[in-house]
């Protein structure tokens, strides 16, 4: 019996439009030969060592080498269905910046491809080598559609691409054969077989079709999402108080914008270690980001009263595997108030800290960053994606901005014998949304990604120049108090 989507992926996958692509990205940057190696396999990487390395690893990913394909009618959602015209060499691209290639070439060509859609007719990934940087490095870079990263059937590409020791990648024998596209009879049947297993359920998405599953979605957005999340009282608080008004709540265009920032993770730990009440590093992150939205504001002209905050839903980290070994989609919403009229560095934290350890005493779930990071493989990009799907479930209404943070290893990983020495998120812009941040500590490193629309943030580089700065004064400032 065909694998069915379930209503919130066939959400994702019917919703979405050319101002809404709905798939997660990343952007890894790897050390290349450089001028001191010339043997190009030592540290090097070609493209046929990634279609390699793809080929033999989603061999144990069967998701990405299915497409989605529709039930006649529309009377149900989709099932995920073998490509039998699958070509891993259409999905593995190759591309390159005219040497050498500076890091705003290499966000601009992002900014580009992730404001395209995937092909609905193949399986919803690509991946591209960008050859070319600056240095003899280069980059890999992902896109995933979220309804095919659930935790459960199929992780983040770029999860399986890396690994914690440099490696010779050998190629498998390829046995798989892609079984006969079901018909619309095997669908019928299939569907058949559903209903007398649960005929409530059937009928209930039978009656609706295709406006069944998008009406449904949307009462989703309304109310969240109990199969994602276990915070149904946090939600509930979330839709009785609407966020607040916000230049980053516009109309997006088909466009995207995507800037790249590294900091720091020594200097998120000092402050935490410093401040005068206590905090996590992830407090201290939001109250970065707080920072620099309300440096970003300022610069723009706006007003911004004492007051005044932003609402950011911040996707709360994963709870431990099961007994089978699998992660699973359980990540919680958590909704923080960033207080941007706030003038004072040190008290910006404070506040978040408040907040966030009033949502853990209120029931929140989380677990510590070593837990994350030790996370089989290199979770933080099903992490990310996963955090996209809570975003992407719930109605704009409820908060101005998304922010990923997940915690990743610190000790350097490697595709094939190249060592990453960047890896930057790309989470999608929810309806309505103008800028969504990821955020990855990786190997001493807090690396963000910014994927913003291009018309109505034009400045995004603004806002980057002002996480940098923000850092920097909470930081002179949690230090000056020691004094």
């Known amino acids: 019996m065909a694998d069915r989507l379930s209503a919130l992926d066939a959400s994702f996958y ?25 043997d190009p396999l030592d540290g090097g990487f070609e493209y046929e060592q990634l279609v390699s390395l793809v080929s033999n690893r989603i061999a144990f990913v069967p998701r990405y080498r299915q497409r989605v394909q529709q039930f006649p009618g529309r009377v149900l959602p989709p099932v995920w269905a073998d490509d039998e015209q699958f070509d891993v060499s259409y999905h593995v691209r190759r591309s390159a910046l005219p040497r050498p290639g500076t890091a705003a070439q290499l966000e601009e060509f992002v900014g580009r491809i992730q404001a395209r859609s995937l092909d609905p007719q193949r399986p919803l990934w690509e991946l591209y080598l960008i050859e070319g940087l600056q240095g003899g490095r280069f980059a890999i870079v992902t896109k995933t559609h979220i309804a095919l990263v659930d935790g459960i059937h199929a992780i983040d590409i770029g999860q399986i691409i890396v690994d914690p020791e440099a490696t010779r990648e050998h190629p498998i024998p390829q046995t798989w054969r892609a079984a006969r596209t079901p018909s619309g009879l095997d669908l019928a049947l299939g569907a058949a077989v559903e209903v007398v297993r649960n005929p409530l359920a059937v009928a209930h998405l039978a009656a609706g079709g295709v406006r069944g599953v998008t009406s449904g979605a949307r009462r989703l957005a309304r109310h969240g999402t109990a199969g994602l999340t276990s915070a149904a009282g946090v939600l509930a608080r979330a839709a009785t108080r609407p966020a607040p008004d916000s230049p980053l709540n516009r109309t997006a265009s088909v466009h ?35 920072g620099a939205l309300r440096g970003w504001l300022l ?125 930057y998120p790309v989470i999608p812009l929810p309806k309505g949304q103008t800028l969504s941040i990821g955020l990855t500590s990786y190997n001493g490193r807090v690396d963000f990604g910014l994927n913003a629309d291009r018309d109505a943030m034009s400045d995004l580089d603004l806002f980057g120049q002002c996480l940098v700065d923000a850092l920097a004064e909470l930081l002179d400032e949690t230090e000056a108090r020691e004094i």
Do not use: W
């Not at 910006?348 to 677990?367: E, P, V």
């Open 14 to 38: 019917y919703l979405q439009d050319r101002s809404t692509p709905m798939h997660v990205g990343s952007v890894m940057i790897f050390e290349g030969p450089g001028r001191d190696r010339p």
């Open 256 to 290: 995207r914008r995507f800037i790249m920032v590294s900091t720091r993770l020594e200097d998120y730990r000092r402050i935490r270690s410093l401040s005068a009440q206590t905090v996590t590093v992830h407090d201290v992150v939001l109250a970065t980001i707080t």
């Open 299 to 423: 610069a723009r002209g706006e007003v911004v009263p004492a007051g005044e905050k932003v609402r950011a839903l911040v996707p709360l980290s994963v709870q431990p595997e099961d007994a089978d070994g699998q992660m699973g989609e359980q990540v919680s919403p958590m909704f923080v108030d960033l207080p941007v009229g706030e003038a004072r560095p040190v008290m910006r934290l404070h506040q978040i800290g408040y907040a966030t350890s009033q949502h853990l005493d209120g029931g929140g779930a989380a677990i510590d960053a070593a837990s994350i990071a030790g996370l089989a493989g290199f979770a933080p990009p099903t992490l990310h994606s996963l955090g996209a799907r809570v975003g992407n479930a719930m109605s704009r209404r409820m908060f101005n901005l998304v922010v990923t943070n997940v915690p990743g290893p610190q000790r350097t990983l490697y595709a094939g014998q190249a060592p990453m020495v960047e890896t």
